[in-house]
C-alpha cells in the first residue's frame, strides 16, 4: 500500500558521451538554484515512464526514451517527504536541443564532478552512489 503523505517523484538519469544531464530548480521554487536530475511528481493514473516524458518535455523541450529503474530513495524534508524514483534515459534524438522552459540552467556534467555541484539534498546519496559507479 502507497504512503499517502510521500510525494512520487522520478528524475531522469540522462547520459552522452559521459556526461550528465542536471538542471537547477527554478526561480520561486522550493530550493531554487539547487542542481537535480531532470523529473517531477507524478501525476494520478500516470505511469513512471509517462511522468518522465511528459515532464522532459515539459521543462527542456526534449523527448526522451526511458529504460529502466536503476535506484531510488525516500527523503525526508522539513516539509514534505519525497520518493524519487532514478530512471536511466536517453534523447530519443541526440541532435534534439534542450531549451528550458522554466528559465533554469541545464548542464552536462562528467559524472564524477556531480558531488562538486550544490545538490539538492534528496538527491545527494543517489549522485553519491551514480559517482562512484
Sequence with gaps: MKNPDLIRVCAAVLRNDGKVLMCSRPHGRHLAGHWEFPGGKVHAGETDEECLSREILEELS?????????????????????????????????????????????????????????????DYDFAAWLASE
Excluded: C
Excluded at 526511458?66 to 530519443?92: M, T
Design 62 to 122: 526534449v523527448d526522451v526514451i526511458v529504460l529502466d529503474l536503476i535506484g531510488g530513495i525516500v527523503y525526508a524534508y522539513p516539509e514534505k517527504n519525497v520518493e524519487i524514483l532514478f530512471y536511466r534515459s536517453f534523447l530519443k534524438d541526440a541532435s534534439q536541443k534542450i531549451t528550458a522552459t522554466e528559465n533554469q540552467e541545464h548542464l552536462w556534467i562528467d559524472v564524477g564532478s556531480i558531488l562538486e555541484m550544490e545538490l539538492v539534498p534528496a
